[in-house]
């Protein structure tokens, strides 16, 4: 079974950076794909990021497509998720996700229903 752990998350001033670590803890970790979703207070959950198993393939939602970036580190089962030039709206719990042999783009269309695993979530709030 995956188990999947966030970190990184905080509170931080409208403009800042922040980054957050997903690691996997278990080698077949390697042959998932991996995306960010969010949910902030009162909304559904919304996918953010996503990485291929295999490619590096990535996708993003509109939102913050030129300030996210996503990368992972396959000796150190981690994926990071980097943002830069953070508003308030992107105040959310950040969840950690994990499918099996499908694609970044897939997860997007998916939605959290295409989701194998599931991180507890880690807390970002930007202050403006």
């Known amino acids: 079974q995956v188990q999947l752990r966030e970190s990184g998350g905080g509170l931080v001033q409208a403009g800042a950076s922040l980054t957050l670590d997903c690691l996997g803890s278990?080698?077949?970790?390697?042959?998932?794909?991996v995306g960010w979703f969010r949910q902030a207070p009162g909304k559904e959950i919304e996918f953010v990021a996503g990485i291929d198993w295999a490619g590096g393939g990535t996708n993003f939602a509109n939102s913050v497509k030129g300030r996210f970036t996503i990368s992972r580190d396959h000796a150190k089962n981690t994926v990071y998720l980097q943002m830069n030039t953070l508003k308030p709206e992107d105040t959310a719990v950040y969840h950690c996700a994990a499918t099996m042999f499908t694609t970044a783009q897939a997860m997007a269309q998916k939605g959290s229903d295409g989701v194998d695993y599931w991180g507890s979530g880690t807390l970002v709030t930007v202050s403006s």
């Open positions: 278990i080698n077949a970790f390697d042959r998932y794909t």
